[in-house]
Every structure is written in C-alpha cells, then in structure tokens.
C-alpha cells in the first residue's frame, strides 16, 4: 500500500538553527499538508500546499517557517530558526485531487527536539 | 475548532465491540462526519466517514442519527492494537484545501 514517507524520524538542533523537514508524498496526490503535535496535545494544523503554492495556513505558521516542492516528488518544510517550543511531532499529510476520495494519508512524523 | 464532542476517555474489553460516540449538533447539510485515530505518537490514520447513511468498510462501522446530530463508530470486535486516540472531525468532503481540525478525541483503552 502507497504511503507517506517521512525523514528524519528523529532530529535533535540547537535553538537558534535550521531544520528542514522532509516528506515523499504518494504519487498521485497533489494536496500536501505539514500539521504538529506538541507532546500531550492536539494534532494542530500548519499549512496545505496545492498547484506549487500555499493554499491555507493556521497562524501557527509565520515567517519562520516555509514550505516547497523543489523537485515534485519532496515537499519540505523549514523552519528558519528553531525556538524551544517548536519541538514537536511534525506530521505530513497528502491527498487525491478530484472526485475520489479525500481522506488525508498521514506520514509517522518527524520529532524535531530543540535544545 | 473542532465541532464535536467526544468522551475524554473510553475503555473497552479485548473481543467486545468498542462504541464511540460523538456529538456534531452544528453540522451542516453538506458536511461529512470522518474518523480518524492515532497510536501512540504515529501519524493519524483514515479509519471511515459517512454523510447519512450507516457506512461499513474493514475497519469499523460508521452509525449516523436520522437527524445527522451525533454519530457512533463502532469497531466490533476490539483488540489491544485498537487501543488509541480517536478523533471524530466534520468536514465539507471535496475541499481539498480546507484543513482537517482535530480536537482532542477518545482515549479508547483496550484492556485485556
């Protein structure tokens, strides 16, 4: 079964660095989505990514973080510089276009811990 | 945010039917109920969803009220590997661009 592939599943970074945050979306989906989930709380929404832009994003997301598809199979997420409460699951997520079904396809994450 | 409620916590019998329900008072006509869980800190998986007709698929079965309030998804014969988060989300269907919400869901125990 085709599913979404994530990496790294583990990163440790210094506050204050980059990370980059890597998904493989299935092949034949063109929506992608980045959510979070801070230990012990909701699985809380980032951004959605449709037609090589951003489509809609939670306030969450601000200047510190930015996403693409440099390649169109990879869809990143960036986090300019990491603070404390940026630690975190973050989760990829992809679905068809069209009139199949929309249910979202959920990678097993990436746990990013700043230090 | 999200709009349903759910039970904070469940526990369940290994080998019984788990029943979970959720309330959505506010949802609209055009406005599916989906089910989704999570193990553990895994990503969330897609279990089933419906819009008024009772629904079934390999995982679980989806029970819709007449008057579409509230929902049970059922899963009939539980195992310790259902143990999870459930969440219970509504959400217009073909809106590929509009984000699932997720509240703060079931905590079903399987207990042995």
């Known amino acids: 079964e085709p599913e979404v592939t994530q990496t790294p599943s583990h990163q440790v970074t210094q506050m204050g660095q980059e990370v980059i945050l890597r998904c493989v979306p299935i092949s034949n989906h063109l929506y992608f989505y980045w959510y979070r989930q801070i230990l012990g709380q909701k699985v809380e929404f980032l951004v959605s990514?449709?037609?090589?832009?951003?489509?809609?994003k939670s306030e969450i997301f601000d200047d510190q973080f930015s996403v693409e598809r440099p390649d169109g199979s990879n869809f990143t997420l960036k986090i300019r510089s990491t603070k404390l409460e940026d630690s975190a699951m973050y989760f990829c997520?992809?679905?068809?276009?069209?009139?199949?079904?929309?249910?979202?396809?959920f990678g097993e994450g990436s746990r990013l811990t700043v230090l | 945010d999200a709009k349903t409620t759910q039970p904070t916590s469940m526990d369940c019998a290994e080998g019984r039917a788990a029943n979970l329900p959720c309330n959505h008072s506010?949802?609209?006509?055009?406005?599916?109920v989906y089910w989704y869980r999570q193990i553990h800190s895994q990503g969330p998986q897609y279990i089933i969803h419906g819009l008024k007709n009772n629904e079934t698929n390999e995982m679980a079965s989806l029970i819709i009220t007449e008057d579409r309030k509230s929902s049970t998804l059922i899963l009939p014969h539980a195992t310790l590997r259902d143990t999870a988060v459930y969440y219970c989300?509504?959400?217009?269907?073909?809106?590929?661009?509009?984000?699932?919400?997720f509240g703060k869901g079931t905590r079903l125990s399987v207990i042995a």
């Open positions: 506010t949802i609209s006509g055009n406005e599916y």
């Open positions: 989300i509504v959400r217009v269907r073909y809106s590929g661009n509009t984000p699932l919400v």
């Open positions: 990514f449709y037609n090589n832009e951003i489509s809609e």
């Open positions: 997520a992809s679905t068809q276009a069209g009139e199949g079904k929309r249910e979202l396809f």
